[in-house]
C-alpha cells in the first residue's frame, strides 16, 4: 500500500459544497457537476482538439489543464472532472491500442492468456509523468473547487482487453469469467494493480476525490458481479481510501447492483437515469448518491428540464449525502447554455434536508 498522500489541499476546499456531499456533512446547496463536462458538447473543447488524437490530447498536460477548465469557467459547477480516458493508463504501460473516432478503444492483440496478462506491465507513476504535471496545474488554478480523479473499474476495462474493442454482449469476456478463472484472475488482479496506482498518481499531485466507472457493469447479474467482479474493485477502491479522499463509483444500467456497489467501498453511489434515485437510496445503505437526471431532459423546454431537476433534488435529500448529475455523461449535441441553466437552478435551490430517523 502506498504511503498517504502529500498533497496540500487548498484552504477554499474546506467549504466545498461538493467535499461536503461526498462526506455527508450539510451543504449549502446541492453541488452539480457532469460527467463529460469536460468536453464533447463544448465549443471551446472542440477547437483545442482539432487535429489532435484523443489520447494524445490525453498525455499533454498543458491540454489536459485546458480542457479540464472549460467547464469551470463557463458554468461554474462544484467540481472539476480530470480530462483523460479510462484505457489511458493501458496506453501509457505500452499495449498497443487507440481510440478509433466513432468506434471506441481498440486493442491490436486482445488478451487471451496468461501470457498475455503477464505481458502487461504493473504502472508506476514514472508511467504517467504527464499526469502529475497536468493534476498539480489544475490544482494551482482550480483554487477551492475540488478535482475528481477517475480510473476505469476492472470488468470494464478487462472488457476491452478481451474483445479487442466495445462489445453489446460482452461474450468473449464472460467467456474467460466462466471457462478460465486462473486467467481471468490474472488479468483483473492487472488491472486493480493499474487502476489504483493510476487513481494514487492523481491523488498524490492534488485530487480531492475519485471516481471509478464500471461503464459494463450493468450486463452482469448480481452473483455474478459479487463473485467475479467485486473483489477486485474492492482492491482499487481500498487503495483510494487509504488515501483519505471520497469514492464515487459508477456504473451503466446498475440497478441491480447499488447495494453490491457500495459494499464494493464506494462513498458515494453514482445512480444513472433508469433508476429513480428513491428507490437507489434505500438500497445503498448509509452512503450517498450521485445522479441522476436523464441527459436527454437538456434537450428539452428549461422549464420541463428545471421541473425535473427538482424531483431529484427532492429525492436526494432523503440520502446521506447528494451530488446533482446527469444520469450518464454529456451528450454531445447538448446545448451548452442549457446546461449552464440547469447548474444555476440546482446551485440556487433550497436545500432541504431530511433527519436521518427520515431516511431509515
Given at each position: 500500500m502506498s504511503a498517504p498522500s502529500q498533497r496540500q489541499d487548498h484552504p477554499d476546499l474546506a467549504e466545498s459544497a461538493f467535499l461536503k456531499a461526498v462526506r455527508g456533512e450539510p451543504v449549502p446547496h446541492t453541488p452539480v457537476w457532469f460527467m463529460r463536462q469536460a468536453g464533447r458538447?463544448?465549443?471551446?473543447?472542440?477547437?483545442?482538439?482539432?487535429?489532435?488524437?484523443?489520447l494524445e490530447s490525453c498525455m499533454r498536460p498543458e491540454l489536459v489543464v485546458e480542457i479540464t477548465?472549460?467547464?469551470?469557467?463557463?458554468?461554474?459547477?462544484?467540481?472539476?472532472?480530470?480530462?483523460?480516458?479510462?484505457?489511458?493508463?493501458?496506453?501509457?504501460?505500452?499495449?498497443?491500442?487507440?481510440i478509433v473516432p466513432g468506434v471506441g478503444p481498440v486493442v491490436e492483440n486482445p488478451v487471451r492468456t496468461l501470457d498475455d496478462v503477464a505481458a502487461i506491465p504493473e504502472l508506476t507513476a514514472e508511467h504517467v509523468p504527464f499526469i502529475t504535471e497536468a493534476v498539480r496545474g489544475l490544482v494551482g488554478q482550480l483554487g477551492g473547487t475540488p478535482?475528481?480523479?477517475?480510473?476505469?473499474?476492472?470488468?470494464?476495462?478487462?472488457?476491452?482487453?478481451?474483445?479487442?474493442?466495445?462489445?453489446?454482449?460482452?461474450?468473449?469476456?464472460?467467456?474467460?469469467m466462466f471457462g478460465a478463472p486462473e486467467v481471468w484472475d490474472a488479468l483483473l488482479t492487472k488491472i486493480a494493480q493499474i487502476a489504483a496506482a493510476y487513481l494514487e498518481v492523481q491523488v498524490?499531485?492534488?485530487?480531492?476525490?475519485?471516481?471509478?466507472?464500471?461503464?459494463?457493469?450493468?450486463?452482469?447479474?448480481?452473483?455474478?458481479?459479487?463473485e467475479h467482479v467485486m473483489p477486485y474493485s474492492a482492491r482499487v477502491l481500498e487503495r483510494a481510501g487509504a488515501l483519505g479522499v471520497p469514492r464515487i463509483h459508477f456504473g451503466v444500467g446498475t440497478s441491480n447492483l447499488l447495494s453490491l456497489m457500495g459494499e464494493a467501498g464506494a462513498d458515494v453511489?453514482?445512480?444513472?437515469?433508469?433508476?429513480p434515485l428513491g428507490?437507489?437510496?434505500?438500497?445503498?445503505?448509509?452512503?450517498?448518491?450521485?445522479g441522476n437526471l436523464d441527459p436527454t431532459l437538456v434537450f428539452a423546454p428549461t422549464e420541463v428540464m428545471t421541473a425535473r431537476a427538482a424531483e431529484v433534488i427532492a429525492a436526494g435529500?432523503?440520502?446521506?449525502?447528494?451530488?446533482?448529475?446527469?444520469?450518464?455523461?454529456?451528450?454531445?449535441?447538448?446545448?451548452?447554455?442549457?446546461?449552464?441553466?440547469?447548474?444555476?437552478?440546482?446551485?440556487s435551490y433550497p436545500v432541504q434536508r431530511q433527519s436521518a430517523g427520515a431516511r431509515d
Open positions: 458538447s463544448l465549443p471551446e473543447y472542440l477547437k483545442v482538439r482539432e487535429g489532435v488524437a484523443m477548465m472549460q467547464p469551470v469557467r463557463r458554468y461554474g459547477v462544484d467540481a472539476a472532472i480530470f480530462f483523460s480516458d479510462i484505457v489511458l493508463p493501458l496506453k501509457a504501460v505500452g499495449v498497443d491500442l487507440d478535482l475528481i480523479g477517475f480510473a476505469g473499474a476492472p470488468f470494464t476495462v478487462a472488457s476491452y482487453l478481451v474483445e479487442g474493442g466495445p462489445s453489446k454482449d460482452h461474450a468473449k469476456t464472460k467467456a474467460m498524490d499531485a492534488g485530487a480531492s476525490a475519485v471516481q471509478l466507472f464500471d461503464s459494463w457493469a450493468g450486463a452482469l447479474t448480481p452473483e455474478d458481479y459479487r453511489v453514482g445512480v444513472d437515469w433508469r433508476t428507490a437507489a437510496i434505500r438500497v445503498v445503505g448509509d452512503r450517498g448518491v450521485q435529500s432523503a440520502a446521506k449525502g447528494h451530488v446533482f448529475n446527469l444520469g450518464h455523461g454529456v451528450l454531445p449535441s447538448t446545448d451548452p447554455d442549457q446546461l449552464a441553466r440547469l447548474t444555476e437552478f440546482v446551485q
